[in-house]
Nanobody
Framework: QVQFEESGGGLVQSGGSLRLSCVVS????????VGWYRQTPGEQRDLVAH???????DVVDSVKGRFTISRDNAKNTVYLEMNNLKPEDTAVYYC??????????WGQGTRVTVSS
């Protein structure tokens, strides 16, 4: 079973930066498209960005120019570099497969709080 472990969240001021990491426990990592998702209380979990096995990426419009997703296939790890953070980026961030997340494999997530 594929497992995801997120880390790197924290409390930052508006305009600050954080780098999130997601370690994926699978022997087939390089074949998977992995996405970062985020969720605020009472809201659904939304996609933020995703990265293909070959490194091609896409991010949603709300974070374009501020967030960068990347991966290291040798380390089974996906990163989310977040710059110029805004209070509306406050959420719990998760990683999972894209476009069909594994329902039973969501990790604990990592909390990002951006103060104004």
């Amino acid at each position: 079973q594929v497992q995801f472990e997120e880390s790197g969240g924290g409390l930052v001021q508006s305009g600050g930066s954080l780098r999130l990491s997601c370690v994926v426990s699978t022997t087939s990592f390089r074949f998977y498209v992995v996405g970062w998702y985020r969720q605020t209380p009472g809201e659904q979990r939304d996609l933020v960005a995703h990265v293909f096995g070959n490194g091609d990426t896409d991010v949603v419009d709300s974070v374009k120019g501020r967030f960068t997703i990347s991966r290291d296939n040798a380390k089974n790890t996906v990163y989310l570099e977040m710059n110029n953070l805004k209070p509306e980026d406050t959420a719990v961030y998760y990683c999972n497969l894209y476009p069909r997340p594994l329902t039973d494999s969501w990790g604990q997530g990592t909390r990002v709080t951006v103060s104004s």
